[in-house]
């Protein structure tokens, strides 16, 4: 008796990539679409008539140009549940991006500047968090990022603010218009974070120069740089960088979007490989720089054409560097998740 052919199968739609995300602005990933759901909702009128034509605007020339049109649309985030939907919408696009882990950065004084309480902030992006494991398989931490444009005396009293909330904080950082606002500024502020058990990272080098990179790391006490672009301009702090494993939490489609670099094309991301840095792919506000944390891989994929050894590496190091080393038995799945996964010959 013939036994029938099997059906050939449909290819099995590949998996994309496991990995941490480790610099992602909440605040960034506000898309248009709910920038206006949110305006209806709490009656705030918007300087734009549609989706359209705010994403039009979204044409930067600089770090400045794009930040003043972030804090303006913030404007739309009032309530806890506000907050909860934005982490929430952003943990489902990370999860369907291969995202396991994401270590979330938030502006605490770009709200309460506005009238928002700290505690409805952390508490409406905690509700998002608490279930993010259940709902969309992504484990989270969060870091509390102080705006180096304001004061320093701004950036105690937000950590002294946030007291009541520092179970749900694992780290501060440091974010907002660089150049003219170098890391020493925050000396006292990062000593007072040590001193409570927070870890401690910052924003270094994207506009600004490498010896700000020098000042995270000596001043700061810094654990990662954000960005730490320049520092290749800096070939003795390049070595000290890849001596000690520092790792660079690198964003190219920002970094594209706000003129750090003229193409893609010219990334120093794969002369960084080279020289051994301790590099990872990030999005940082991907609702408004064109894409998700696998939108950036995908785009150094094709454009620098990375290779599949190399995307593991930097997927490995995502890992590596997050701030996982409280637990341990989960960073080693993520990796084995890693070292597992299969390119379908890409
Ligand atoms: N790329 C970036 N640099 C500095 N501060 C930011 N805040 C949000 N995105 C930022
Ligand atoms: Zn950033």
Not at 46 to 58: C, F, I, N
């Amino acid at each position: 008796m013939d036994h029938p052919q099997p059906h050939p199968q449909p290819r099995p739609q590949s998996r994309p990539l496991p990995k941490a995300e480790l610099h992602l602005h909440i605040e960034g990933t506000l898309e248009p679409e709910l920038a206006f759901a949110l305006a209806a909702r709490n009656g705030v009128e918007l300087p734009y008539r549609d989706t359209e034509e705010l994403r039009a605007a979204y044409r930067f020339s600089d770090l400045q140009s794009f930040l003043d049109l972030y804090y303006g649309l913030m404007a739309v985030l009032r309530t806890a549940e506000d907050f909860t939907e934005l982490a929430d919408a952003y943990l489902a696009r990370a999860a369907a991006q291969g995202v396991r882990h994401a270590e979330i950065f938030f502006d605490p004084q770009a709200h309460t500047a506005r009238g928002v309480p700290l505690g409805t902030v952390v508490e409406g992006l905690g509700a998002a968090l608490d279930r993010s494991e259940e709902r969309h398989g992504v484990s989270t931490r969060l870091i509390m990022c102080f705006l180096r444009d304001e004061s320093a005396e701004s950036a105690l009293a937000t950590l002294e603010a946030a007291r009541p909330y520092l179970d749900r904080i694992t780290g501060v950082g440091l974010d907002s218009a660089e150049v003219g606002h170098p890391p020493a500024k925050f000396r006292e502020v990062y000593e007072a974070a040590a001193a409570l058990g927070l870890r401690r990272v910052a924003h270094a080098g994207e506009e600004g120069p490498a010896a700000y990179v020098r000042e995270a790391l000596d001043v700061l006490g810094v654990e990662r740089i954000d960005h730490g672009l320049r520092s290749m301009e800096d070939p003795e702090l390049v070595s000290r960088l890849v001596r000690d494993r520092v790792p660079l939490t690198l964003c190219p489609l920002s970094n594209v979007r706000l003129r750090a670099v003229d193409t893609l094309a010219d990334h120093p991301l794969p002369s960084m490989l080279a020289a051994g840095l301790v590099v990872t792919v990030n999005s940082d506000d991907p609702a408004y720089f064109g894409g998700y944390v696998g939108d950036n891989f995908d785009a150094v994929r094709a454009t620098l054409g990375l290779s599949p050894d190399q995307l593991r590496l930097l997927a490995r190091n995502s890992f590596e560097a997050s701030f996982l080393d409280d637990d341990e038995p989960r960073r080693a799945r993520y990796l084995a998740e890693v070292e597992a996964h299969d390119f379908d010959g890409a």
